[in-house]
């Protein structure tokens, strides 16, 4: 019998979104960090369907928990296709959760790493993010450094 | 004859970028911010026309000086779509210039604002960018508050 390498790799999936992920407890996962109601499975697939118009410029990842199924990490990673930087592209990683039982076992670092990879892939020069200055010392651990300071304006 | 109500208004022209922008100094204004060698016109053309498929979920705004002909101030916002929120949507502003001729006008801010409007019609509940602390106060006058903190990764 094979020895088993990394047995975390194995027992936790990363890949893309699929439209089945919804029955896989994503929604619930993304409510550990802001608010998100109840969605149904119309709303659902009509957003998964507009984001995946985008095909490679906007990629959404998630690792599953093999053993329960259950979906326990995910990101988001859009490409800006600028003037700037002649003619370069910019990756924006969005909406990073780990599920909270799922915690200490490095999934955020590959989240994080596979957005930044696919940011790299697409031709990008840069890839930026927007944290709490709590989650600073985990994304200088995936390579990041701070720069500017983040303004919000809300409509609702 | 009609007084005149705003002259401000009448000598600069805020409107969508259109492909003949290059010819009036659209580039040489982007490189007050930031590196921007010069760009050929097919590849002017082509992420032109890149943008122009996301139609009105990127949305690149400037102001001509009517009387110069030239291209005096710009800014971009695009439109990301999020499963968190209820499938909301959030709008990035990037990429705001005025020409260092043109400043004291307040061309900026009608940029932000044109731009944050944007945002806002388009469905969005909330519309971020990232700036440094010394331009901190100029967002603060249109309407916008410090939240996080932004971490970036450059691949070249």
Do not use: W
Request: hydrophobic share 35%; proline share 1%; with cysteine.
């Amino acid at each position: 019998m094979m020895q088993r390498e990394n047995p975390v790799e194995e027992a936790f999936h990363i890949r893309k979104l699929e439209i089945s992920d919804k029955e896989k407890g994503f929604i619930e996962l993304l409510r550990q960090l802001t608010v998100c109601d109840s969605v149904s499975d119309e709303k659902f697939n009509e957003r998964f369907e507009e984001i995946g118009k985008y095909g490679d410029d906007h990629r959404i990842c998630v690792i599953e928990d093999v053993r329960s199924g259950k979906i326990v990490a995910t990101g988001s990673v859009f490409i800006e296709k600028k003037f700037v930087r002649n003619c370069g592209k910019a990756g924006h990683i969005e909406d990073v959760v780990v599920d909270s039982s799922a915690r200490g076992l490095q999934l955020g670092k590959r989240i994080v790493e596979y957005l930044a990879d696919h940011a790299h892939s697409m031709g990008c020069y840069k890839v930026i993010l927007d944290c709490t200055e709590e989650n600073r010392p985990f994304y200088e651990k995936c390579g990041f450094k701070k720069k500017e300071i983040q303004m919000v304006k809300y409509f609702v």
